[in-house]
């Protein structure tokens, strides 16, 4: 079965620069969710998506920002980037906005140094 | 906001043993409590879960129980093999527009052969 998506799966980049992610969710899968865990820590919710739309916001810096796409994949913009982002970013999708399960994608492992 | 309690933060068994691992939330309004087991470096992987309108749930070795008028869930497994040992996560959920789920702080599951 197709899974969610994510690239790249790693990324290195210096104090100040800007990075990328991108998220494609499973086929037919309309919400998108992402994720910032840094390490020994738990997933801390960031952003989602539904049809394209913003729908809810948790911690998720100024400096980030994410739209999702007409073909639902979604990308997560990080400017300004600091030491403390270096993280796992995980994207993941669910079937619907009312559905409460979510399918996790392999993660972008973001070093910044 | 929602606050997610977990314990014990670390979980060492024999092969064999019973693992549970509980958790407390603190928001009357979650109505969704998923699990996840994540290996080092891995995405996080829904192992079962539990909707408010359910006491427990089952899944071969694995079983969740909720109760919802002490607001705390518990992960139960049993006859532990040590492909069992991971991060394992508990999480509360209610709808904003989507799903947002709050993470507890993980317990590392170390199953000795």
């Known amino acids: 079965a197709a899974g969610v998506i994510q690239s790249p799966r790693h990324l290195i980049k210096e104090k100040r620069e800007t990075a990328t992610l991108k998220c494609y969710p499973i086929?037919?899968?309309?919400?998108v969710y992402w994720y910032q865990q840094g390490p020994g820590q738990d997933p801390q919710f960031l952003i989602s998506?539904?049809?394209?739309?913003?729908?809810d916001k948790g911690s998720i810096p100024d400096r980030f920002s994410a739209q999702q796409f007409s073909d639902y994949h979604s990308e997560l913009n990080m400017s300004s980037l600091e030491l403390g982002d270096s993280a796992l970013y995980f994207c993941?999708?669910?079937?619907?906005?009312?559905?409460?399960?979510?399918?996790f994608g392999p993660g972008t492992r973001l070093t910044v140094t | 906001g929602e606050n997610v309690e977990q314990h014990p933060s670390t979980l060492s068994v024999q092969e064999g043993d019973s693992a549970v691992i509980k958790c407390t939330y603190s928001?009357?309004?979650?109505?969704?409590f998923p699990w996840y087991k994540q290996e080092l470096g891995k995405r996080p992987q829904l192992i079962i879960d539990?909707?408010?309108?359910?006491g427990e749930k089952k899944d071969q070795r694995i079983a969740v129980t909720l109760n919802k008028t002490a607001k705390h869930f518990s992960l139960h497994i049993t006859e532990t093999q040590p492909e069992d040992s991971a991060v394992y996560f508990c999480?509360?959920?209610?709808?904003?527009?989507?799903?947002?789920?709050?993470f507890g702080r993980g317990t590392s599951l170390i199953v000795h052969p």
């Open positions: 993941a999708s669910s079937p619907g906005l009312d559905r409460y399960e979510q399918y």
């Open positions: 086929p037919r899968h309309d919400t």
């Open positions: 998506f539904y049809e394209k739309m913003q729908s």
């Open positions: 928001d009357s309004a979650s109505n969704y």
């Open positions: 539990i909707r408010s309108n359910v």
């Open positions: 999480a509360a959920s209610k709808r904003g527009g989507s799903y947002i789920p709050t």
